[in-house]
């Protein structure tokens, strides 16, 4: 049965093998159609509703994979400002969203927003300064959004190499995120490194960094290759210089956060764990540092 409105229609569909009525109210004015919701409670013998509402409008909704379990959870966009896989094979998003302002997804995950960026890059060097100051020279080694590069420069660092695996993700954000990068790239202490990471930091000199940023997906495909990798990591490392990584939150994700932490305990004999919430991200993030030692 459909019940053709003015501006509106009512449908409705019985499936009485299931003992389950569906019924479709559609509203374009003042109306709203949860009036016929108590008109349907009033009527109609029921012992459970279930009420599922769209908005129709410009306005999107967006899948937080990141939900906790149990849980979803949406992201309300306004507009969408880019949207392509890059060269690298990456699916690359600029999302303006409603709470959080523009939005860099990667592979349809949250990586940054421009409104609590500065949350998470802060924390993500205050971790590492904390156990020691030194600051001549960083590498990191991802970080596109160039976030935790600013921090290093406005820390004072003297030089900073910045080892990312797809340009595309840093001139989108460069282009939409500038608040954020600040233009960084630009700097002259700032040296970019494009392509594979680790395999340019086989050409590094021993011992170099004080510092090095490790800001890759904290999935276990990246646990994995960074415990691989850490012999090489732990060579251009100065004595008594830290690494930090970020490894996610360990309220979603704790088996992640436990796997990173037994790799950086088995390769430098300590960790130092901290967690700071950030809004966007609706959950505490954690941030793993580790010392050489001499």
């Not at 409705?12 to 016929?36: Q, Y």
């Not at 349907?40 to 029921?46: L, S, V």
């Not at 600051?135 to 976030?147: K, L, P, R, V």
Request: proline residues 2%.
């Amino acid at each position: 049965m459909v019940a053709l409105l003015a501006e509106s229609h009512m449908s409705f569909h019985t499936f009485p093998e299931k003992k389950v009525i569906s019924f479709d109210f559609f509203t374009c004015g003042k109306t709203s159609p949860l009036v016929a919701l108590n008109i349907i409670k009033r009527e109609i013998q029921h012992s459970r509703i279930v009420v599922k509402s769209s908005d129709r409008s410009n306005v999107s909704f967006y899948d937080d994979i990141y939900s906790s379990p149990g849980q979803k959870k949406y992201y309300v966009v306004n507009d969408v400002l880019e949207d392509f896989v890059s060269k690298v094979g990456q699916h690359i998003e600029i999302l303006k969203l409603e709470e959080f302002g523009k939005a860099l997804f990667i592979d349809n995950e949250l990586q940054v927003a421009e409104k609590d960026e500065y949350i998470y890059s802060g924390q993500f060097v205050e971790s590492s300064m904390t156990l020691n100051s030194n600051n001549s020279n960083a590498a990191i080694i991802g970080g596109g959004d160039g976030g935790v590069v600013r921090e290093c420069l406005s820390r004072g660092f003297n030089f900073v190499d910045w080892f990312e695996l797809d340009p595309e993700v840093v001139s989108v954000c460069t282009k939409h995120l500038s608040k954020i990068g600040r233009k960084v790239k630009e700097s002259n202490r700032v040296k970019c490194i494009w392509g594979d990471a680790f395999n340019s930091i086989k050409s590094i000199n021993d011992s170099k960094y004080d510092k090095i940023f490790v800001d890759l997906n904290d999935d276990q495909y990246c646990i994995d290759l960074a415990a691989k990798k850490m012999n090489n990591l732990k060579r251009i490392l100065k004595p008594g210089g830290v690494i930090t990584a970020q490894i996610g939150s360990h309220d979603k994700k704790p088996k992640q956060v436990d796997n990173w932490l037994k790799v950086l305990s088995s390769n430098f004999g300590n960790t130092k764990l901290d967690r700071i919430f950030i809004p966007s991200f609706d959950c505490n993030w954690n941030f793993a540092s580790s010392i050489l030692k001499s």
